[in-house]
């Protein structure tokens, strides 16, 4: 919806289309298309949280699966607008970035987290088991957070402001494990992402940068909700509490991870088989869900004779997404893969096989693969399936190649830190 106004300020609300998340690079694009003459105003109404969000980019689940790469992002925007007129814009483009490369390097963040959740419902009882369910059902009678809950699990989306509202009445007012907000995000978020989710629960709990925590306040809430919702200020909490951890260890420098050093700049017939013959190595591609763009980049002219682009059966179960969020990746990995599979010339295999990395095995031998070349999987879900991939390769004589995007290897060194000394640091490319 969008306000009208008059001589007399306000006198109503019209009813747009409702909020559409078409699982292909095609509704990817037009949603660019649609928002790039209004990327100039983003950063004066970015964070009014207005029916419809029209003014916002509403990129992110395309983003999120790479449906759309976030340098095609940057490079529209630049296209049309100046630097200093879409900053904001690109550097809310790089949260993603800075979020990825962050937990890369601390991985036992995410290891906590999902330790964590089931521990943590099971253990909930009484007056925190009711606070709780009423939160998830967006009863808590708390303006505002109620229709977030609602919105949320309707749509699968929410307005970034109104997801760090939501995340500190869930700690502060409510008193629920941080842990438990995230995984309700998680489960219904078509965007859902392990790194941004995750880190930013952190965040806003004062776990991610030590104290500093981020506390809701009802006058923020009606100014920037146009005064739809205007909680009572005694609704609220007045005060945010400390939650502690103990330090998360990190792995080695970046640049000596394993999880991002060796094949990332060859080229699928250069890093495996030098010397005669290597030119007819059978490859085949894995395609998952969080790089789904592969005709486009880096592995543009490589040479695949087979696709694996099957949907791991358990995968939605262990990850805990909803039905919705599930049925939205599955329909955007099938865009993936027709589109790669009609670049590269090759065969796609699909299905949803019970044992998925034993699956792909069989399939290697039944192509008579020499190797797998696939876009390593960020920290979640899918790293856990490309390792299990990796081993069972590796039990029947095949070998991966994982390869990383510029954007990544560019950006994700510079993400140690805090996000404006990122920010400062990778700016200047722009």
Not at 102 to 127: C, N, S
Not at 129 to 156: H, N, P, S, V
Not at 185 to 201: C, I, K, M, V
Not at 310 to 325: E, F, K, L, N, T
Request: charged share 20%; glycine share 10%.
């Amino acid at each position: 919806m969008r306000r009208l106004r008059g001589r007399r300020g306000i006198v109503g609300w019209v009813v747009n289309a409702p909020l559409e998340f078409i699982p292909s690079r095609a509704g990817a694009k037009a949603r660019l298309a649609e928002f790039l003459p209004s990327a100039g105003r983003y950063a004066a109404e970015r964070n009014f949280v207005r029916p419809g969000h029209d003014h916002v980019a509403r990129l992110s689940p395309w983003v999120q699966k790479r449906l759309l790469l976030e340098c095609e992002v940057v490079a529209a925007a630049l296209g049309q607008w100046t630097f200093p007129a879409v900053e904001k814009f690109v550097q809310e483009v790089c949260w993603r970035t800075y979020w990825k490369g962050w937990l890369e390097r601390r991985p036992a963040a995410w290891a906590r987290w999902t330790g964590a959740v089931p521990r943590l419902r099971d253990g909930l009882d009484g007056e925190r088991a009711a606070a709780y369910a009423a939160a998830i059902a967006g009863r808590t009678g708390i303006a505002g957070f109620d229709d977030w809950a609602r919105e949320l699990t309707a749509t699968g989306y929410l307005h970034n402001h109104a997801r760090m509202w939501f995340a500190s009445i869930w700690i502060f007012t409510l008193r629920l494990p941080w842990e438990l907000g995230a995984a309700f995000f998680y489960e219904h978020l078509l965007d859902g992402d392990a790194a941004s989710n995750t880190l930013s629960w952190r965040w806003v709990a004062g776990l991610q940068t030590a104290g500093k925590t981020y506390l809701a306040r009802a006058d923020n809430i009606a100014r920037y909700t146009e005064g739809r919702h205007a909680p009572d200020a005694g609704q609220l909490a007045d005060a945010a509490f400390a939650i502690t951890e103990v330090p998360l260890p990190q792995v080695a420098a970046w640049t000596e991870d394993g999880l991002w050093t060796a094949t990332a700049g060859a080229g699928a017939g250069a890093s495996a088989g030098a010397g005669a013959g290597a030119s007819a190595e059978r490859v085949g591609l894995w395609l998952h869900a969080e790089d789904l763009a592969t005709e486009t980049g880096e592995l543009t002219g490589e040479k695949f004779c087979a696709i694996h682009a099957a949907w791991p059966a358990d995968i939605a179960a262990r990850a805990g997404w909803s039905a919705r969020v599930a049925a939205w990746t599955q329909a955007a990995q099938a865009d993936g893969a027709v589109r790669a599979g009609a670049h590269f010339g090759a065969e796609v295999t699909g299905g949803a096989p019970d044992d998925f990395a034993a699956g792909l095995g069989a399939w290697a031998r039944e192509k008579n693969l020499r190797r797998v070349v696939a876009y390593r999987p960020f920290v979640g879900p899918w790293l856990d399936e490309g390792l299990a991939v990796e081993r069972a390769l590796a039990a029947v004589g095949v070998t991966v190649t994982w390869r990383r995007r510029a954007w990544d290897a560019e950006l994700f060194p510079h993400a140690g830190r805090g996000y404006f000394p990122f920010w400062e640091r990778v700016k200047a490319g722009f």
